[in-house]
């Protein structure tokens, strides 16, 4: 634990309730277009999502933020090894789920974890290969 | 304060509306778990825009209290609830879109061949 990674643990404690509104914003907007517009644009999928949590509390409030956000809903959690299953209302493919389920725990990381956060698997991935998805 | 009474109103119509396109996404959407992230609009988004205009309408600092705690219990609630009603509707076997693309979960619960219970009985927490 450094001085730097106390103040970004600090941030991000801010800053969580700031993204959770804009994603709260733009999942509604999204939805809500999907439901006034005519035709369906909806590719539903259920993904299974391997998460970096760790503890009970870390693990819950990740399940509930991806319920919370329209258009995305939580089926199942497990804890150990931990994991949700992902069910997505606009599902392009698997790795665009599991990007936008890791940009969330990225966030809630940041704000229950003062030692710093774990980087992404599929960054560590991508380094191995050298090139970027 | 005309302005902030007009503000708050506002607002407040925009959550009634909110509310009014969650209902009709129970009509429009095709599956349980669409309608579900149709209800979170409502019960998140709705909730939150009518308690703001609500806060604005009347401002103070002990209203901003109670609407602040009434948000935070809201929004844990709603996400807390539609987890445990997708999970049922799952493992009761709700019926999905034609249009859903692939299911991680359906691997799980092939994996455990020797089940003869109720189909939606197998879940990924409970293999023992």
Same mark, same amino acid.
Request: proline share 6%.
């Given at each position: ?26 999942? /509604? ?6 439901? #006034? !517009? @005519? $035709? *369906?644009?909806?590719?539903? =999928? ?13 693990? /819950? ?6 319920? #919370? !956000? @329209? $258009? *995305?809903?939580?089926?199942? =959690? ?56 | ?128």
């Amino acid at each position: 634990m450094t001085v730097k990674s106390v103040l970004i643990w600090i941030l991000g404690i801010l800053w969580l309730p700031v993204y959770l509104a804009y994603d709260l914003l733009v999942g /509604s907007l999204r939805v809500g277009w999907e439901i #006034l !517009t @005519p $035709g *369906s644009q909806i590719a539903p =999928a259920f993904v299974e999502v391997p998460l970096r949590c760790r503890t009970d509390f870390e693990i /819950s409030m990740m399940a509930n933020l991806v319920s #919370l !956000t @329209p $258009g *995305s809903l939580t089926v199942a =959690a497990r804890h150990d090894p931990a994991t949700v299953w992902v069910h997505a209302m606009y599902a392009e493919s698997h790795s665009s789920i599991i990007r936008y389920v890791h940009t969330i725990e990225d966030n809630l990381l940041r704000a229950t974890r003062p030692e710093g956060i774990p980087p992404r698997p599929e960054d560590l991935d991508r380094d191995e290969e050298g090139q970027r998805r | 304060m005309i302005s902030g009474e007009l503000a708050g109103d506002l607002l407040m119509l925009a959550g009634a509306l909110t509310f009014l396109v969650g209902a009709l996404g129970m009509l429009r959407l095709p599956d349980m778990y669409s309608r579900l992230s149709g209800v979170t609009v409502s019960g998140a988004s709705g909730t939150a825009l009518i308690l703001i205009g609500l806060l604005v309408h009347q401002p103070s600092w002990m209203n901003m209290l109670k609407v602040a705690l009434a948000l935070v219990i809201q929004l844990a609630t709603t996400a807390v609830g539609g987890s445990a009603m997708a999970r049922a509707g799952y493992l009761t076997g709700a019926p999905k879109a034609d249009s859903t693309l692939f299911d991680d979960l359906v691997v799980e619960a092939e994996e455990d061949t020797n089940s003869e219970e109720h189909p939606g009985h197998t879940r990924p927490d409970n293999d023992s």
